[in-house]
């Protein structure tokens, strides 16, 4: 178990899984959706890609949060 900013117990595993799925395949998810409709565009389709450097910072409460929008 992990403990959170307020001060409670989670599982990290399904905490980490969470935002594995949402920060990193949902973005891999989303492009390969948009893929077919950008290349269908008769101008230079472009996908950009938004970060932050949040992903560097070493807070143990939000490791996999931080973990996730790194990569």
């Known amino acids: 178990a992990n403990f959170d900013s307020?001060?409670?117990?989670?599982?990290?595993?399904?905490?980490?899984?969470?935002?594995i799925d949402t920060n990193y395949y949902g973005t891999v998810r989303l492009t390969k959706a948009l893929l077919p409709f950008l290349r269908l565009s008769p101008h230079k389709a472009r996908i950009v890609m938004v970060s932050s450097i949040a992903g560097q910072l070493c807070v143990s409460s939000t490791t996999a949060i931080l973990f996730t929008i790194a990569a």
């Open 6 to 19: 307020a001060g409670g117990t989670r599982e990290c595993y399904e905490s980490a899984k969470e935002c």
